[in-house]
């Protein structure tokens, strides 16, 4: 009965972020479109962290950094295609999407395997601290790196180009997002339910069995790593498109903590968790920051409420307490 109702619940997550930028454009209003495509992108971020953080209890601190992977690729790709001067190794850019997710993607797993070959050897906090750690060199190398912006960021003259679809107009933008959300999420449940996602799970949960039975944690764990980085750099990559701009904030702590929250938000360990988590922060931040400065403030208190009193987030107060929806 709780999985039904889990699933009713984000099937009507789904189809709200789907109808919201229908109506928007219907009444005029694509400012609303935007900010469902920020929630799409976000969402899909968090999906990835969830990979890590919800099947297999790694705490990262520093997903930023693969999220702005994701972005610089996208940014740099871009620039190099308007000027024509070519990449190292005289490689040229590119301003088509999926050209641009075929070297985001790869790019930010090489660069989590290297993070995670070193990360996993620790635990606890003190895996926290180093997956910081490497986000936060990643960041002041983005800063003193003027070739494409430093400090002040690269922006990009143009929306990258999807095949078929007029990325500049909001909404075929927003399909694009919403449905690479979906197959992110499709992606989650699937990892969730096999043999690969069980074995990751029992890591979480008592690693010393598993490896009992003849199964290492260490490698369940760091290809966990790298699929959770590869797809929040995707969103990055989107990320850096929805705003024409790419900058070293997107690699910045803070940025890994809102990732954190989004999953902790909506539920973690919950297929559509991310996603309910993503409404609820752009909610908040768009209509509270519109009347306080401050409006983390009551993002800090609804987080301390959750945590206390709804440990399944979002969706474990809406569905129940099943985590399989």
């Known amino acids: 009965m709780t999985m039904r109702r889990e699933h009713i619940v984000n099937l009507a997550l789904a189809a709200l972020l789907l109808a919201v930028p229908l109506a928007a454009l219907w009444a005029s209003q694509p400012f609303y479109v935007t900010l469902a495509t920020r929630i799409a992108i976000l969402a899909l971020a968090a999906v990835g962290l969830n990979i890590a953080l919800g099947l297999g209890g790694l705490v990262s601190f520093g997903h ?24 190292a190794f005289g490689f040229p850019g590119t301003n088509q999407m999926p050209l641009v997710w075929l070297v985001a993607v790869p790019v930010a797993g090489l660069a989590a395997a290297a993070i995670g070959a070193i990360s996993l ?30 400090e002040d960021g690269l922006s990009m003259a143009l929306r990258n180009q999807f095949p078929g679809v007029n990325t500049l107009r909001p909404l075929p933008f927003f399909l694009i997002c919403y449905a690479l ?43 966990a790593f790298v699929l959770s980085a590869m797809l929040t750099a995707l969103a990055g990559a989107l990320y850096a498109d929805l705003n024409r701009f790419v900058s070293p904030s997107m690699m910045s702590w803070h940025m890994s903590g809102e990732l954190i929250v989004l999953v902790i938000l909506g539920g973690v360990g919950r297929a559509f968790g991310p996603l309910a988590g993503a409404m609820l922060f752009v909610l908040m ?18 987080l301390l409420g959750t945590v206390l009193f709804a440990r399944g987030g979002v969706l474990g107060l809406l569905a129940g307490k099943d985590r399989h929806g």
Not at 72 to 85: K, P, V
Not at 216 to 223: G, S, W
Not at 285 to 302: I, N, P
């Open 64 to 87: 930023a950094a693969f999220f702005g992977i994701g972005g610089y690729a996208a940014g740099i790709l871009a620039s190099h295609a308007m000027s024509g001067e070519p990449l």
């Open 121 to 150: 050897r620790t635990s606890g906090v003190y895996f926290i601290m180093i997956t910081l750690a490497f986000a936060q060199m990643l960041y002041y190398f983005a800063i003193s790196w003027p070739a494409y912006g430093g």
């Open 181 to 223: 959300l979906l197959a992110g999420i499709g992606f989650f449940v699937m990892l969730r339910g096999s043999r690969f996602g069980a074995a990751l799970q029992a890591a979480r949960q008592n690693p010393l069995r598993l490896t009992a039975v003849g199964i290492a944690p260490y490698r369940i764990r760091l290809v």
């Open 285 to 302: 931040e768009h209509y509270l920051g519109s009347l306080t400065e401050r409006w983390q403030l009551f993002l800090g208190l609804v």
